[in-house]
């Protein structure tokens, strides 16, 4: 399985912990729009991530559009007004454009790293079906609508081809909502991703719903996978991404360093 680490310092601390450092480093969008202030940090530690051999993925923690005050937790749907379902019913409203320019500004951060020849694991609208970031609280429906949007303009508009899609949700097994009302289908994506737990049953339910065609992998986690006994017990997830400073995960170095150590672990070699 291919390791992965959210942060960059964090990924530098899984490195001086373990001796072994992440293959994947997650970042994030949220401060890409010009709004929250265009910032392009992440794309400089991208580039060197990817120029050491690793991979780089990035997930939008997306503050809404409008709709609130809230620039720390304004992608939750309790701390937003932001309704999706009428802004995509409303093409001509300011709600409708000020959303495309965020899109259109991650699409140029994307587009950078495009030119730089940094292939990107791109992750938005993660744990839709949740409801409890705005993306998800109006339904299946919206959500689809948004994603191919997404899509749609980062390829078409942007000419951004240098990304694998990853379709996230919230584990099948928790039941908050069925993943299968909630997938835009085969043709937008490149991987599907569950959060959190690594459950058989959940890798199951992913790979029923792509009929066993697309990468499936874990996300983002607060404690990482045992290889060998996820693979046999039928879930050889492709990755794992941690989380693994956060102050929930009181066993994360313990549970992070074991799965660092496995052999059954790809990790990067050397600085």
Known sequence: MISGQTDFPDAQWVEQTTGQAPVILALDFMRAPARMGGEKDNLDKAVLWSKRGGIVAFQWHWVSPTGTDDKGQGFYTKSTK???AHTL????SADYKEMLKDIDDVAGQLATLQKAGVPVLFRPLHEAQGTWFWWGAKGAEPCRRLYKLIFDRVTKKH???NLLWVW??????EKKGDPATWYPGNSLVDVLATDYLDRPADYKALSDLCG?????????TMNPPKPRASIDAGAPWAYWVTWARRDWNAKSEADVAAAMRDPLTLTLKGK
């Open 159 to 161: 000419g951004v081809h």
């Open 168 to 173: 996230n949700v919230y584990p099948a097994s």
């Open 212 to 220: 066993g065609t697309k990468l499936l992998a874990v996300a983002e």
């Open 82 to 84: 932001f309704d999706l």
């Open 89 to 92: 019913d409303h093409p001509d």
